[in-house]
C-alpha cells in the first residue's frame, strides 16, 4: 500500500479526501487522485478569481502525467474502478464504481440532473459539468473521501454511495466557488431532505468561532446549522451578488471576516454580527430549499392518493437495499388541525416531512417531521397548527426490504 507515497498533509484543503489507506490501484484511481491534488491547488483563496475550466482541464493533464509516473508500479487488487461504467447525464456523467448501477433506483438520476439544473439557476450561472462517482460501499479501496463521511466534492469530482447527493451537487454544479463557511452553508441549503433537519442542535452561534473554524481543512460539523443561517442571511439581506462578493475573499479567521465584510459591504463584523443575531431563528430543516415545491400535481384536502415506495417505481429516490424516497404535494385549502392516513399490510418504518412552500424570506412558514411506525394497521397522523396552502408530504422508508404500497388519504381533524 506504500505504492502511492505519503500525502503532504499541509498541502490538504477542505475537499481533497484523505488517502493514508487507499492507494490508487489503477489508471481511473489515478484520475482521482490528481484531481484531489488539483482540486486543494484550486480551492486556496487566491486562486478564486482566476479558476476557468480551460485552465482546470490544463492543469489536471499535467498533474494526470505526474501521477500516471508516480503510480507506475502499484499492485492492481483492490480498486473498484476496474468495472467503473458510466451513465451519460446533460450536466454531470455518472460513474459506476464496481457496480452497474442496478442497486441506485432509477428516479434518483435524473432527480440528480433537475437538482444539478435548479441549484445552478439559483446560484445565478450556467450549470458546472463534473464527474459523480457513484460507489456501492464506503469499503471501497477506492474511496475518495475522509473516512466518516458520506460524500465528498473536489474540482471536478463528487463521489458519494446515493444518488442524487444533493448536498455535494450543490457545491460540485457551482465549481466549489466560496470559503469553507459560505461554502458549506450553501450546500446545507440546497442539500437533502431529512439529512440533519430539524433535529440537529444548533452547536455553536458564534460567527467568530465559525469564522475561523473556516480556516481548517474541514469545516466541523458543529458548524453546519449557523453556516446554513448566514448564508440564508446574506441572501435575504445582501442578494446573491453580496454572498458573491464575500465568497471572492479570504475568510479563514474572524479577523479576515472582518476584513471581508468591511470592505464588500463597508460593515465590521461587529456591526454585521448583531444584526445576524437578531436574525429570526429558523431551523435548518424551515431554511432548507426544496424542489420539489415546483410541482404541479396536487392533492386537495380532503383527498386520496398512492404512494408506491418500491425502487424502481416512478418518482422513487434511493437504492435498492435503502433508505427510499418519495413525495407528493398536497394542498390545505383552510389552516388548521389535518390528520393523515395511511393504510397497508406489511411492516413498517418511516421518517415523514410535512413542509409549507409558502416561505417568509428563505424560510418555510411550517416544518416538521415525524417518525412513524405501523405493522399491518392504519396510522393516523395528526398535525396541528398548519397554515393553509401547498405542502411537500415525504416519506423515506429505511428498512426496504419489503415494498410498502401506500393508500393515503389527508381530511381535516377531528
Ligand atoms: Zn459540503
Given at each position: 500500500?506504500?505504492?502511492?507515497?505519503?500525502?503532504?498533509?499541509?498541502?490538504?484543503?477542505?475537499?481533497?479526501p484523505t488517502y493514508a489507506e487507499n492507494c490508487m490501484l489503477d489508471s481511473d484511481c489515478q484520475l482521482v487522485r490528481v484531481a484531489l491534488k488539483f482540486g486543494s491547488v484550486m480551492n486556496g483563496p487566491h486562486d478564486r478569481k482566476h479558476r476557468s475550466n480551460r485552465v482546470k482541464s490544463l492543469a489536471a493533464r499535467l498533474l494526470m502525467t505526474s501521477a500516471l509516473m508516480l503510480a507506475s508500479g502499484c499492485e492492481r487488487d483492490e480498486?473498484?474502478?476496474?468495472?467503473?461504467?458510466?451513465?451519460?447525464?446533460d450536466v454531470f456523467n455518472v460513474s459506476g464504481h464496481g457496480h452497474d448501477f442496478s442497486p441506485f433506483?432509477?428516479?434518483g438520476f435524473e432527480a440528480g440532473q433537475a437538482h444539478a439544473r435548479w441549484v445552478a439557476e439559483a446560484w445565478g450561472e450556467p450549470p458546472a459539468s463534473f464527474d459523480y462517482q457513484l460507489f456501492e460501499s464506503r469499503d471501497d479501496a477506492c474511496w475518495p473521501c475522509r473516512s466518516g463521511t458520506v460524500g465528498c466534492a473536489w474540482a471536478t469530482?463528487?463521489?458519494?454511495?446515493?444518488i442524487p447527493h444533493r448536498h455535494e451537487i450543490a457545491h460540485s454544479v457551482r465549481g466549489l466557488p466560496c470559503p469553507r463557511l459560505l461554502e458549506e452553508g450553501w450546500a446545507e441549503l440546497y442539500g437533502a431532505h431529512f439529512t440533519n433537519g430539524v433535529y440537529w442542535p444548533p452547536m455553536t452561534d458564534d460567527l467568530r468561532e465559525a469564522a475561523d473554524a473556516s480556516g481548517l481543512t474541514f469545516l466541523p460539523h458543529k458548524f453546519y446549522p449557523l453556516a446554513v443561517k448566514f448564508v440564508a442571511f446574506l441572501l435575504e439581506t445582501r442578494g446573491l451578488d453580496g454572498l458573491k462578493a464575500l465568497c471572492e475573499q479570504k475568510i479563514d479567521s474572524a479577523e479576515s471576516l472582518d476584513s471581508a465584510l468591511t470592505k464588500v459591504f463597508g460593515q465590521s463584523l461587529d456591526d454585521v454580527s448583531a444584526e445576524f443575531d437578531n436574525y429570526p431563528p429558523w431551523t435548518l430543516g424551515?431554511?432548507?430549499q426544496d424542489q420539489a415545491c415546483e410541482g404541479t400535481a396536487i392533492t386537495s384536502a380532503p383527498g386520496t392518493w398512492s404512494m408506491n415506495l418500491e425502487c424502481g417505481a416512478p418518482g422513487v429516490e434511493g437504492r435498492e437495499d435503502g433508505p427510499l424516497i418519495l413525495h407528493h404535494l398536497v394542498d390545505l385549502p383552510e389552516p388548521g388541525e389535518y390528520v393523515f392516513s395511511f393504510d397497508t399490510s406489511v411492516n413498517f418504518f418511516v421518517t415523514l416531512q410535512l413542509r409549507n412552500?409558502?416561505?417568509?424570506?428563505?424560510?418555510?412558514?411550517?416544518?416538521?417531521?415525524?417518525?412513524?411506525?405501523?405493522?399491518?394497521?392504519p396510522k393516523n397522523v395528526v398535525f396541528s397548527d398548519l397554515p393553509a396552502g401547498v405542502y411537500v408530504f415525504r416519506l423515506e422508508l429505511q428498512d426496504a426490504t419489503e415494498p410498502l404500497a401506500l393508500e393515503m388519504?389527508?381530511?381535516t381533524w377531528p
Open positions: 500500500m506504500a505504492c502511492c507515497g505519503e500525502y503532504d498533509s499541509e498541502q490538504q484543503e477542505e475537499f481533497w480498486c473498484s474502478v476496474l468495472s467503473r461504467q458510466v451513465r451519460a447525464g433506483c432509477d428516479a469530482h463528487l463521489a458519494a454511495t446515493d424551515q431554511l432548507r412552500c409558502t416561505s417568509e424570506g428563505l424560510a418555510s412558514i411550517y416544518h416538521e417531521r415525524r417518525f412513524v411506525y405501523g405493522y399491518g394497521t388519504a389527508v381530511t
